[in-house]
């Protein structure tokens, strides 16, 4: 499966914010990247800052550009605000789900777990990342002993991480459910989403 495989920290240091993850490196060098990094004061253009916004959430949600463009897409179909729903399709999607749970110790892991038929959405194993949960689906450990483990070891190493309000998590047995569709204040976006409709909509 194609994905980002560059140094991340050059990534959120570019950008300002930890797209991966909370890090020290913005902490140490809080510049962009590169021999001009600390002198660089670029007026960006409309275009330009559209186009970064873009790339925060992309990186965040670990997509590729035409899996990005494919959400925007959809989310343009639904009924409602174009960017609420675009964050709904990114937050519903089964590896940060996953992630959100706590079953994983990032997205990355959490697409590995999907990827590896690791877990089961409502009885049946899953292992499309990509895949839309509902409000109602029951997310748990396949019935075998290492998929079990590797669900509890994280859950359990992840116990300070604060489950979000739109899910339901049973720690004792490992199930997660989905009580409803995530709200764009809940969902905590890098980005100024926004301004990604307007970049899309040029």
């Known amino acids: 499966m194609a ?9 959120s240091r570019r950008y300002g914010v930890p797209v991966f993850g909370p890090h ?12 001009h ?17 873009k790339q925060k ?10 899996q990005f463009r494919r959400c925007f897409e959809e989310a343009k179909k639904r009924r409602g605000n174009t960017a609420d729903m675009l964050l709904q399709i990114l937050e519903t999607r089964l590896d940060n789900v996953v992630f959100r749970l706590g079953y994983a110790s ?14 089961k959405v409502n009885g049946r194993r899953v292992s499309i990342p990509s895949y839309n949960v509902r409000p109602g ?18 859950l359990e190493s992840a116990a300070v991480r604060t ?23 809940e969902a ?9 409709v307007e970049f899309y909509s040029r």
């Open 188 to 196: 905590e976006p890098l980005a100024n989403v926004q301004a990604i």
């Open 106 to 119: 990032s997205r990355p892991a959490a697409r590995q777990l999907v990827t590896h038929g690791h877990l």
């Open 137 to 154: 689906d029951l997310i748990e450990a396949r019935d075998n002993p290492r998929s079990r483990q590797m669900v509890v070891k994280s």
């Open 163 to 185: 489950v979000p309000p739109w899910l339901t998590l049973e720690k004792e047995a490992a199930k997660g459910t989905i009580s409803r569709m995530p709200t764009t204040e």
């Open 57 to 66: 959430l992309r990186y965040c949600y670990g997509l590729l550009e035409r």
């Open 3 to 11: 994905r980002y495989k560059g140094p991340k920290q050059r990534i």
């Open 24 to 35: 020290k490196v913005l902490e140490k060098r809080a510049y962009p990247p590169g021999q």
């Open 37 to 53: 990094g600390p002198r660089a004061r670029r007026k960006l253009t409309d275009y330009a800052r559209g186009l970064a916004e």
